[in-house]
Protein backbone atom coordinates (compact mmCIF):
# COMPACT_ATOMS: atom_id res chain seq x y z
CA UNK A 1 0.00 0.00 0.00
CA UNK A 2 1.83 3.24 -1.35
CA UNK A 3 0.81 6.45 -0.13
CA UNK A 4 3.77 8.07 -1.37
CA UNK A 5 2.99 10.52 -4.58
CA UNK A 6 4.65 12.35 -7.58
CA UNK A 7 4.55 15.29 -5.59
CA UNK A 8 5.90 14.02 -2.31
CA UNK A 9 9.39 13.63 -4.80
CA UNK A 10 9.21 16.86 -5.86
CA UNK A 11 9.43 18.62 -2.48
CA UNK A 12 10.71 16.44 -0.60
CA UNK A 13 8.92 14.25 1.91
CA UNK A 14 9.75 10.98 0.02
CA UNK A 15 13.24 11.54 0.51
CA UNK A 16 13.02 12.52 4.20
CA UNK A 17 10.76 9.12 4.59
CA UNK A 18 13.72 7.12 2.55
CA UNK A 19 16.01 8.72 5.42
CA UNK A 20 13.98 7.93 8.58
CA UNK A 21 13.92 4.20 7.37
CA UNK A 22 17.78 4.53 6.22
CA UNK A 23 18.26 5.27 9.57
CA UNK A 24 17.40 2.34 11.37
CA UNK A 25 20.29 0.62 13.46
CA UNK A 26 18.90 -2.77 12.74
CA UNK A 27 15.66 -5.82 12.33
CA UNK A 28 14.82 -5.71 16.25
CA UNK A 29 14.74 -1.61 15.91
CA UNK A 30 12.74 -1.55 12.51
CA UNK A 31 10.32 -4.24 13.83
CA UNK A 32 9.74 -2.38 17.15
CA UNK A 33 8.80 0.68 15.19
CA UNK A 34 6.39 -1.13 12.49
CA UNK A 35 4.72 -2.97 15.69
CA UNK A 36 4.29 0.53 17.42
CA UNK A 37 2.95 2.24 14.29
CA UNK A 38 0.40 -0.33 13.65
CA UNK A 39 -0.84 0.06 17.96
CA UNK A 40 -1.06 3.55 16.88
CA UNK A 41 -2.81 2.87 13.55
CA UNK A 42 -5.72 0.17 15.72
CA UNK A 43 -6.40 3.05 18.34
CA UNK A 44 -6.89 5.61 15.37
CA UNK A 45 -9.36 3.12 13.60
CA UNK A 46 -10.99 2.50 17.24
CA UNK A 47 -11.35 6.15 18.38
CA UNK A 48 -14.49 6.64 16.31
CA UNK A 49 -16.45 4.03 17.36
CA UNK A 50 -15.19 3.68 20.90
CA UNK A 51 -18.36 4.51 22.68
CA UNK A 52 -19.76 0.99 20.86
CA UNK A 53 -17.30 -0.81 23.28
CA UNK A 54 -17.57 0.16 27.15
CA UNK A 55 -15.57 -1.65 29.64
CA UNK A 56 -16.29 -1.11 33.49
CA UNK A 57 -17.14 2.53 35.04
CA UNK A 58 -18.05 3.76 31.22
CA UNK A 59 -14.30 3.32 30.38
CA UNK A 60 -14.05 3.32 26.63
CA UNK A 61 -12.01 0.01 25.52
CA UNK A 62 -10.27 2.27 23.14
CA UNK A 63 -8.83 4.79 26.46
CA UNK A 64 -7.18 1.25 27.69
CA UNK A 65 -5.46 0.51 24.33
CA UNK A 66 -4.34 4.15 24.43
CA UNK A 67 -2.21 3.13 27.02
CA UNK A 68 -1.10 -0.09 25.39
CA UNK A 69 0.03 1.93 22.30
CA UNK A 70 1.99 4.24 24.63
CA UNK A 71 4.24 1.93 25.73
CA UNK A 72 4.74 0.35 22.80
CA UNK A 73 5.98 3.56 20.96
CA UNK A 74 8.04 4.89 24.26
CA UNK A 75 9.70 1.58 24.03
CA UNK A 76 10.41 2.23 20.18
CA UNK A 77 11.53 5.65 20.84
CA UNK A 78 13.99 4.46 23.11
CA UNK A 79 15.28 1.50 21.07
CA UNK A 80 15.81 3.83 18.73
CA UNK A 81 17.14 6.98 20.13
CA UNK A 82 14.72 9.30 17.83
CA UNK A 83 12.12 11.36 19.65
CA UNK A 84 10.18 13.92 17.17
CA UNK A 85 9.94 16.58 19.29
CA UNK A 86 6.95 18.40 20.53
CA UNK A 87 4.63 21.37 18.85
CA UNK A 88 3.59 24.46 20.47
CA UNK A 89 0.15 22.78 20.35
CA UNK A 90 1.45 20.08 22.89
CA UNK A 91 2.66 22.48 24.87
CA UNK A 92 -0.80 24.22 25.09
CA UNK A 93 -2.32 21.02 25.53
CA UNK A 94 -0.01 19.88 28.25
CA UNK A 95 -0.38 23.33 30.29
CA UNK A 96 -3.83 22.47 30.51
CA UNK A 97 -3.79 18.74 31.56
CA UNK A 98 -1.60 20.26 34.35
CA UNK A 99 -3.76 22.76 35.08
CA UNK A 100 -6.79 20.27 35.02
CA UNK A 101 -4.84 18.30 37.26
CA UNK A 102 -4.07 21.48 39.64
CA UNK A 103 -7.77 21.63 40.24
CA UNK A 104 -8.10 18.75 42.36
CA UNK A 105 -6.69 20.58 45.27
CA UNK A 106 -9.85 23.02 45.36
CA UNK A 107 -12.50 20.74 43.56
CA UNK A 108 -16.27 20.54 44.94
CA UNK A 109 -16.09 16.91 43.43
CA UNK A 110 -12.79 14.91 44.52
CA UNK A 111 -13.64 11.95 43.07
CA UNK A 112 -15.21 12.94 39.53
CA UNK A 113 -12.09 15.37 39.22
CA UNK A 114 -9.57 12.86 39.87
CA UNK A 115 -11.05 10.65 37.36
CA UNK A 116 -11.33 13.82 34.55
CA UNK A 117 -7.20 14.62 35.15
CA UNK A 118 -6.71 10.86 34.39
CA UNK A 119 -8.85 10.59 31.62
CA UNK A 120 -6.93 13.98 30.74
CA UNK A 121 -3.47 12.42 30.87
CA UNK A 122 -4.85 10.01 28.61
CA UNK A 123 -6.14 11.84 26.02
CA UNK A 124 -2.64 13.96 25.76
CA UNK A 125 -1.14 10.26 25.52
CA UNK A 126 -3.15 9.47 22.70
CA UNK A 127 -2.24 12.69 21.00
CA UNK A 128 1.34 12.07 21.76
CA UNK A 129 1.68 8.81 20.02
CA UNK A 130 0.15 9.91 16.58
CA UNK A 131 3.02 12.68 16.94
CA UNK A 132 5.60 10.38 17.27
CA UNK A 133 4.34 7.90 14.45
CA UNK A 134 3.61 10.71 12.23
CA UNK A 135 7.37 11.57 10.47
CA UNK A 136 6.33 10.40 7.05
CA UNK A 137 3.43 11.44 4.26
CA UNK A 138 3.05 7.53 3.97
CA UNK A 139 2.57 6.94 7.42
CA UNK A 140 0.40 10.13 8.35
CA UNK A 141 -1.87 9.28 5.60
CA UNK A 142 -2.44 5.51 6.82
CA UNK A 143 -3.15 7.11 9.89
CA UNK A 144 -5.94 9.61 8.16
CA UNK A 145 -6.91 6.18 6.42
CA UNK A 146 -7.85 4.16 9.80
CA UNK A 147 -9.43 7.41 11.09
CA UNK A 148 -11.78 6.70 7.75
CA UNK A 149 -12.50 3.54 7.97
CA UNK A 150 -12.93 3.91 11.95
CA UNK A 151 -16.03 6.07 10.72
CA UNK A 152 -16.83 3.71 8.27
CA UNK A 153 -17.07 0.93 11.53
CA UNK A 154 -19.59 3.34 13.07
CA UNK A 155 -21.83 3.82 10.21
CA UNK A 156 -21.58 0.46 10.09
CA UNK A 157 -23.05 0.29 13.44
CA UNK A 158 -25.45 3.13 12.73
CA UNK A 159 -26.95 0.78 9.95
CA UNK A 160 -27.44 -2.99 12.58
CA UNK A 161 -29.58 -0.21 14.66
CA UNK A 162 -31.71 0.92 11.79
CA UNK A 163 -31.98 -1.95 10.16
CA UNK A 164 -33.36 -3.88 13.40
CA UNK A 165 -35.70 -0.61 13.80
CA UNK A 166 -33.79 0.30 17.32
CA UNK A 167 -34.00 4.14 17.48
CA UNK A 168 -34.38 6.82 20.09
CA UNK A 169 -36.74 9.58 21.04
CA UNK A 170 -38.03 11.50 18.08
CA UNK A 171 -37.57 8.41 15.73
CA UNK A 172 -33.48 9.22 15.75
CA UNK A 173 -31.25 6.49 15.07
CA UNK A 174 -27.57 5.29 15.88
CA UNK A 175 -25.02 2.99 16.42
CA UNK A 176 -24.98 1.08 19.47
CA UNK A 177 -23.43 3.00 22.70
CA UNK A 178 -23.50 6.19 20.69
CA UNK A 179 -25.35 9.79 21.48
CA UNK A 180 -27.56 10.64 18.58
CA UNK A 181 -25.73 13.96 18.20
CA UNK A 182 -21.64 12.71 18.91
CA UNK A 183 -22.08 10.26 16.42
CA UNK A 184 -23.25 12.05 13.74
CA UNK A 185 -20.75 14.70 14.12
CA UNK A 186 -17.84 12.21 14.79
CA UNK A 187 -18.91 11.05 11.64
CA UNK A 188 -19.21 14.22 9.79
CA UNK A 189 -15.85 15.40 10.72
CA UNK A 190 -14.57 12.41 8.69
CA UNK A 191 -15.36 14.05 5.56
CA UNK A 192 -12.30 16.32 4.97
CA UNK A 193 -10.07 13.74 6.13
CA UNK A 194 -12.35 11.20 4.04
CA UNK A 195 -11.97 13.37 0.93
CA UNK A 196 -8.08 15.05 1.06
CA UNK A 197 -7.68 11.01 0.30
CA UNK A 198 -9.42 10.35 -2.44
CA UNK A 199 -7.29 13.82 -4.17
CA UNK A 200 -3.86 12.70 -2.53
CA UNK A 201 -3.58 9.00 -3.08
CA UNK A 202 -4.69 6.69 -5.65
CA UNK A 203 -4.88 3.74 -2.97
CA UNK A 204 -8.68 3.25 -2.24
CA UNK A 205 -9.80 6.65 -4.08
CA UNK A 206 -13.40 5.14 -4.35
CA UNK A 207 -13.60 4.07 -0.77
CA UNK A 208 -12.84 7.65 0.41
CA UNK A 209 -15.03 9.24 -2.06
CA UNK A 210 -18.37 6.95 -1.07
CA UNK A 211 -17.82 7.88 2.44
CA UNK A 212 -19.36 11.38 1.91
CA UNK A 213 -22.90 10.38 0.80
CA UNK A 214 -22.31 7.94 4.03
CA UNK A 215 -21.63 10.46 6.46
CA UNK A 216 -24.64 12.80 4.69
CA UNK A 217 -26.87 9.67 5.27
CA UNK A 218 -26.06 9.42 8.55
CA UNK A 219 -25.98 12.83 9.50
CA UNK A 220 -30.11 12.67 8.64
CA UNK A 221 -30.50 9.40 10.22
CA UNK A 222 -29.31 11.16 13.75
CA UNK A 223 -31.70 13.97 13.03
CA UNK A 224 -28.85 15.95 14.64
CA UNK A 225 -29.42 19.55 13.89
CA UNK A 226 -25.92 20.53 15.01
CA UNK A 227 -24.20 17.73 12.96
CA UNK A 228 -26.46 19.77 10.19
CA UNK A 229 -25.01 22.76 10.19
CA UNK A 230 -21.52 20.73 11.14
CA UNK A 231 -21.91 18.81 7.88
CA UNK A 232 -22.51 22.15 5.52
CA UNK A 233 -18.62 23.39 7.02
CA UNK A 234 -17.45 19.94 6.26
CA UNK A 235 -18.47 20.06 2.94
CA UNK A 236 -16.65 23.35 2.06
CA UNK A 237 -14.01 21.31 1.41
CA UNK A 238 -14.81 19.32 -1.65
CA UNK A 239 -15.82 22.42 -2.97
CA UNK A 240 -12.32 24.06 -1.97
CA UNK A 241 -10.13 20.83 -2.98
CA UNK A 242 -11.69 20.13 -6.46
CA UNK A 243 -9.43 18.37 -8.68
CA UNK A 244 -8.29 19.70 -12.41
CA UNK A 245 -11.23 19.91 -14.12
CA UNK A 246 -11.43 17.07 -16.96
CA UNK A 247 -14.40 14.87 -18.09
CA UNK A 248 -13.38 12.36 -15.53
CA UNK A 249 -13.22 14.58 -12.85
CA UNK A 250 -16.49 15.51 -13.87
CA UNK A 251 -17.62 12.76 -14.26
CA UNK A 252 -16.91 11.70 -10.78
CA UNK A 253 -18.63 13.94 -9.46
CA UNK A 254 -21.52 13.64 -11.22
CA UNK A 255 -21.44 10.37 -10.18
CA UNK A 256 -20.92 11.14 -6.61
CA UNK A 257 -23.86 13.72 -6.51
CA UNK A 258 -25.99 10.52 -7.85
CA UNK A 259 -24.92 7.85 -5.35
CA UNK A 260 -25.68 10.56 -2.70
CA UNK A 261 -29.21 11.70 -4.03
CA UNK A 262 -29.77 7.57 -3.90
CA UNK A 263 -28.83 6.91 -0.57
CA UNK A 264 -30.78 9.72 0.29
CA UNK A 265 -33.92 8.96 -0.94
CA UNK A 266 -33.31 5.09 -0.10
CA UNK A 267 -33.24 6.12 3.59
CA UNK A 268 -36.04 8.76 3.24
CA UNK A 269 -38.73 7.30 5.24
CA UNK A 270 -36.71 7.14 8.16
CA UNK A 271 -35.55 10.31 8.35
CA UNK A 272 -37.56 12.42 11.46
CA UNK A 273 -37.92 15.14 8.50
CA UNK A 274 -39.96 16.76 11.44
CA UNK A 275 -37.25 17.14 14.33
CA UNK A 276 -34.79 18.91 11.67
CA UNK A 277 -36.97 21.39 10.56
CA UNK A 278 -37.47 22.89 14.36
CA UNK A 279 -34.00 24.45 13.37
CA UNK A 280 -35.44 27.76 12.75
CA UNK A 281 -38.17 27.09 15.91
CA UNK A 282 -35.79 26.26 18.19
CA UNK A 283 -33.42 29.65 17.35
CA UNK A 284 -36.53 31.91 18.01
CA UNK A 285 -37.84 30.28 21.00
CA UNK A 286 -34.13 30.46 21.93
CA UNK A 287 -34.54 27.26 23.79
CA UNK A 288 -32.46 25.09 21.87
CA UNK A 289 -34.01 21.40 24.12
CA UNK A 290 -33.21 23.34 27.20
CA UNK A 291 -29.33 24.20 26.64
CA UNK A 292 -30.35 27.88 27.15
CA UNK A 293 -30.81 27.48 30.60
CA UNK A 294 -28.23 25.17 30.99
CA UNK A 295 -25.71 27.49 29.31
CA UNK A 296 -27.16 29.87 32.32
CA UNK A 297 -27.07 28.65 35.30
CA UNK A 298 -23.53 27.51 33.92
CA UNK A 299 -22.70 30.68 33.47
CA UNK A 300 -23.49 31.96 36.81
CA UNK A 301 -21.40 28.98 38.03
CA UNK A 302 -18.73 30.65 36.08
CA UNK A 303 -19.27 33.78 37.64
CA UNK A 304 -18.89 32.15 41.37
CA UNK A 305 -15.51 31.28 40.19
CA UNK A 306 -14.42 33.01 37.54
CA UNK A 307 -10.47 32.47 38.05
CA UNK A 308 -9.92 28.63 39.09
CA UNK A 309 -13.35 26.90 38.29
CA UNK A 310 -14.82 24.62 40.62
CA UNK A 311 -12.77 21.68 39.15
CA UNK A 312 -12.48 19.08 36.39
CA UNK A 313 -15.87 17.35 35.68
CA UNK A 314 -17.64 19.04 38.03
CA UNK A 315 -20.11 20.93 36.04
CA UNK A 316 -22.77 19.10 37.15
CA UNK A 317 -22.75 19.62 40.74
CA UNK A 318 -21.68 23.36 40.19
CA UNK A 319 -24.67 24.11 38.15
CA UNK A 320 -27.08 21.79 40.79
CA UNK A 321 -28.05 18.56 39.24
CA UNK A 322 -30.05 16.19 41.43
CA UNK A 323 -27.81 13.69 38.92
CA UNK A 324 -24.72 15.60 38.24
CA UNK A 325 -23.33 12.81 35.83
CA UNK A 326 -25.97 12.95 33.32
CA UNK A 327 -25.92 16.74 33.13
CA UNK A 328 -23.53 18.17 30.34
CA UNK A 329 -22.66 21.69 29.70
CA UNK A 330 -23.50 21.16 25.70
CA UNK A 331 -21.31 23.45 25.15
CA UNK A 332 -17.45 22.92 25.03
CA UNK A 333 -16.02 26.64 26.13
CA UNK A 334 -18.61 26.96 28.82
CA UNK A 335 -18.02 23.68 30.33
CA UNK A 336 -13.97 24.40 30.57
CA UNK A 337 -14.82 28.03 32.13
CA UNK A 338 -16.88 26.77 34.69
CA UNK A 339 -15.11 23.96 35.58
CA UNK A 340 -11.04 25.54 34.97
CA UNK A 341 -11.79 29.20 35.16
CA UNK A 342 -10.43 31.59 33.18
CA UNK A 343 -6.99 30.29 33.40
CA UNK A 344 -8.03 26.71 32.01
CA UNK A 345 -10.12 28.70 29.34
CA UNK A 346 -7.26 30.70 27.87
CA UNK A 347 -5.11 27.66 28.28
CA UNK A 348 -7.84 25.58 26.18
CA UNK A 349 -7.73 28.93 23.46
CA UNK A 350 -4.45 28.49 23.20
CA UNK A 351 -4.36 25.04 22.25
CA UNK A 352 -7.09 25.95 19.39
CA UNK A 353 -4.81 28.81 18.27
CA UNK A 354 -2.01 27.12 18.04
CA UNK A 355 -3.48 24.51 15.61
CA UNK A 356 -5.16 27.18 13.45
CA UNK A 357 -1.59 28.90 13.63
CA UNK A 358 -0.03 25.12 12.66
CA UNK A 359 -2.77 24.77 9.68
CA UNK A 360 -2.14 28.15 7.95
CA UNK A 361 1.50 27.21 8.02
CA UNK A 362 1.27 23.95 6.18
CA UNK A 363 1.23 23.20 2.63
CA UNK A 364 -1.69 24.35 0.55
CA UNK A 365 -4.09 20.78 0.42
CA UNK A 366 -3.30 20.25 4.29
CA UNK A 367 -3.74 23.97 5.27
CA UNK A 368 -7.39 23.38 3.35
CA UNK A 369 -8.36 20.18 5.68
CA UNK A 370 -7.50 20.99 8.51
CA UNK A 371 -8.54 25.29 8.47
CA UNK A 372 -11.62 23.63 7.32
CA UNK A 373 -11.88 20.91 9.99
CA UNK A 374 -11.10 22.74 12.72
CA UNK A 375 -13.65 25.33 11.41
CA UNK A 376 -16.32 22.58 11.35
CA UNK A 377 -14.93 21.14 15.33
CA UNK A 378 -15.34 24.74 16.25
CA UNK A 379 -18.87 25.08 15.29
CA UNK A 380 -19.97 21.30 16.45
CA UNK A 381 -18.73 22.14 20.08
CA UNK A 382 -20.79 24.99 20.29
CA UNK A 383 -23.66 22.74 21.67
CA UNK A 384 -21.47 19.62 22.31
CA UNK A 385 -19.01 19.05 25.28
CA UNK A 386 -16.28 17.70 23.96
CA UNK A 387 -13.07 18.71 25.82
CA UNK A 388 -12.98 15.89 27.61
CA UNK A 389 -13.94 13.53 23.83
CA UNK A 390 -11.14 11.19 22.14
CA UNK A 391 -11.61 12.66 19.01
CA UNK A 392 -11.22 15.79 19.94
CA UNK A 393 -7.49 14.85 20.92
CA UNK A 394 -7.53 12.88 18.12
CA UNK A 395 -7.84 16.14 15.65
CA UNK A 396 -5.10 17.99 17.79
CA UNK A 397 -3.10 15.30 17.72
CA UNK A 398 -3.32 14.80 13.46
CA UNK A 399 -3.31 18.04 13.15
CA UNK A 400 -0.23 19.01 14.67
CA UNK A 401 1.63 15.96 13.64
CA UNK A 402 1.88 16.67 10.10
CA UNK A 403 5.40 15.25 8.89
CA UNK A 404 5.83 18.75 6.96
CA UNK A 405 6.55 20.18 10.37
CA UNK A 406 9.81 18.64 10.34
CA UNK A 407 11.06 20.95 7.63
CA UNK A 408 12.92 24.60 8.14
CA UNK A 409 10.93 27.43 7.15
CA UNK A 410 12.56 27.77 3.66
CA UNK A 411 11.75 23.60 3.04
CA UNK A 412 7.85 24.61 3.87
CA UNK A 413 7.86 27.45 1.80
CA UNK A 414 8.91 24.66 -0.96
CA UNK A 415 6.84 22.14 -0.25
CA UNK A 416 4.03 24.35 -0.33
CA UNK A 417 4.58 25.37 -3.63
CA UNK A 418 4.71 21.54 -4.48
CA UNK A 419 1.40 21.39 -3.40
CA UNK A 420 0.65 24.24 -5.04
CA UNK A 421 1.37 22.63 -8.54
CA UNK A 422 -0.19 19.39 -7.67
Excluded at 1 to 20: L, W
Excluded at 59 to 86: D, M, Y
Excluded at 232 to 248: E, M, N, Y
Amino acid sequence: MQFVTASDHRYGVAPFAQGVAASGTGRREAASDSMSFALVGILVFAIPWSDMIQLSYEVQASRVFTVVAAIATSLSLWRNRHIRPLQRPHVWMLLFVLWASASMTWTVEPEKSFRRTLSYYQLFLGAWVVHQCCGTAERYRKLLLAFVCGCYTGFAGLMVNFAAGVSQGDGRYTAPGFDPNDLAVTLVLGIPAAWYLSVRTSSFRWLNRMYIPCAIVAALLTASRGALVTLAVCLLFPLLSRPKASVRSVLSGIVLLLVSAGLVLTFWSGISIRRLSTIGDQLNARDLNGRMEIWQRGMDAFMEHPLVGVGGGAFGGAVGARRSRELAAHNTMLGVAVEHGLVGLTLFMGVVFSLLRVAWRAPKSERKLWMVSLLAWIVAITTLSWENRELTWLMWGLCSAQPWLNYPAAGRGSARGGHARA
